[in-house]
């Protein structure tokens, strides 16, 4: 019986060590055409320009007078800016936390007493309130009042009557001086 000649067991064959190596190499060829191929995918997903544009926005306070309301819009959203007179801090402040759905106190919703900034959608169907305009009903407690189903929310945004479950939402803010203010 003739004796075959096999590799030692340490040392694989010649075509073996070639075949591992062709089967790294397209294999990395793969994984980096495909992250290739990919990339524009995942960057699609990123916001446009003009979208980062909108996610902040600067008011200027000074021509607001105290009482007097306005609304700018951040992120396609109406944000309301109220100037409060010292009867609406106060009744803002004066109310008991227990009575409140959403119990959240006016000196966390409003950075400095005498602006209240606010996003204006109701948080019971997002419909916009009423209250901005001279005019507008505010509802009983000189805040907002939205007429679809009748949400009625405070001088600090709380919900106080109706099926909304949550008060108006405090977007991020900043105070940029005390008449200019960064919201987002």
């Keep these: 019986m003739a004796e075959t000649s096999t590799p030692s067991q340490g040392t694989p064959p010649e075509g073996e060590?070639?075949?591992?190596?062709?089967?790294?190499?397209?294999?990395?060829?793969?994984?980096?055409?495909?992250?290739?191929?990919?990339?524009?995918?995942?960057?699609s997903m990123n916001p446009a320009a003009d979208t980062l544009a909108l996610s902040s926005t600067e008011v200027d306070l000074s021509a607001v007078a105290e009482g007097q309301a306005i609304t700018v819009t951040w992120r396609g959203k109406p944000v309301f800016i109220r100037h409060r007179t010292a009867a609406e801090i106060e009744a803002a402040r004066n109310v008991n936390l227990a009575e409140?759905?959403?119990?959240?106190?006016?000196?966390?919703?409003?950075?400095?007493?005498?602006?209240?900034?606010?996003?204006?959608?109701?948080?019971?169907?997002?419909?916009?309130?009423?209250?901005?305009?001279?005019?507008d009903p505010k509802g009983e407690y000189g805040g907002?009042?939205?007429?679809c189903h009748g949400s009625v929310y405070d001088t600090s945004g709380r919900i106080r009557k109706g099926p909304a479950p949550l008060n108006l939402a405090v977007p991020t803010y900043t105070f940029l001086t005390d008449t200019s203010v960064r919201i987002g």
Excluded: N
């Design 17 to 43: 060590s070639r075949r591992d190596f062709l089967l790294y190499a397209a294999s990395a060829v793969g994984v980096a055409g495909t992250a290739l191929a990919v990339w524009p995918l995942i960057h």
């Design 100 to 135: 409140l759905r959403d119990p959240e106190t006016d000196e966390k919703r409003a950075q400095k007493p005498e602006w209240l900034i606010l996003v204006g959608i109701c948080t019971h169907l997002g419909c916009i309130p009423m209250g901005q305009k001279p005019g």
């Design 144 to 147: 907002w009042f939205c007429p």
